[in-house]
């Protein structure tokens, strides 16, 4: 067999492979557009569901669920309104928690969820030393009361106000993009609810935070940077 054959050979089983992965990665692509255009993918509030085209009654649900709230407590009401919370683009927090939906899914096929389960044990545990007023241990091993944990509350909210006023963005501004940004943080409470984490407290010895910093930056790179493009959010971590 002389070179140009095996060269035209060659050739062949490249183009061969470029076809194959062209068709591969236009029916993922084809697939995620269908899951969009036919509202497969839904986001969940309580017992209702809604898919990308169901803006109305996602509007009148969320209204309803801040109505309810009111009657509770009327002093509530003056807080969304100092917030702006009483009006907010429904059309992107919806399209927002379907792409929360579809990140979810993408962290379970590529195994990235498996790596949260750190994360959720390490938020379980602190959630429960909040809720039983226990002592709260940092990774260097400091120790301090709830108490102590809450004024750190209030001094990291002091100095998020001053970043905020050194870049010239308003409380509501802040807001408005905060409320979004609970959306995607809630993809952690998803996590926690899916059955994949019912195990999170088996064998869960290291607490590094690279598996979690691994996650974040997925999310990140997938959605978080799309959304400071398109809507300048300012987004802030709440640290220990």
Not at 81 to 102: H, Q, W
């Amino acid at each position: 067999m002389n070179k140009s054959k095996i060269t035209s050979i060659i050739i062949v089983i490249f183009i061969g492979i470029l076809v194959i992965g062209y068709i591969f990665l236009s029916y993922n692509s084809y697939n995620l557009r269908m899951i969009h255009e036919n509202g497969r993918v839904v986001a969940k509030i309580g017992n209702e569901e809604f898919t990308s085209g169901d803006i109305e009654k996602f509007q009148k649900y969320r209204e309803k669920l801040m109505e309810e709230e009111i009657k509770k407590d009327p002093s509530v009401r003056k807080y969304y309104e100092e917030k702006g919370l009483l009006k907010v683009p429904y059309r992107k927090l919806l399209e927002t928690m379907i792409e929360t939906e579809l990140l979810i899914r993408e962290a379970e096929r590529t195994g990235l969820i498996k790596d949260a389960i750190k994360a959720a044990k390490k938020q379980v545990r602190f959630q429960k030393a909040i809720v039983n007023g226990e002592k709260i241990t940092f990774k260097d091993g400091t120790k301090i009361s709830q108490e102590d944990f809450n004024k750190l509350k209030v001094e990291f909210t002091k100095q998020r106000d001053e970043t905020l006023r050194e870049k010239g963005i308003t409380e509501k501004e802040y807001w408005d993009k905060y409320l979004i940004q609970n959306y995607i943080r809630g993809i952690a409470s998803k996590m926690m609810s899916d059955k994949i984490l019912q195990d999170a407290s088996k064998q869960i010895k290291n607490q590094n935070s690279k598996e979690t910093q691994k996650l974040i930056q997925y999310i990140y790179d997938k959605n978080i940077q799309k959304m400071k493009q398109e809507y300048k959010v300012v987004i802030y971590y709440d640290r220990l």
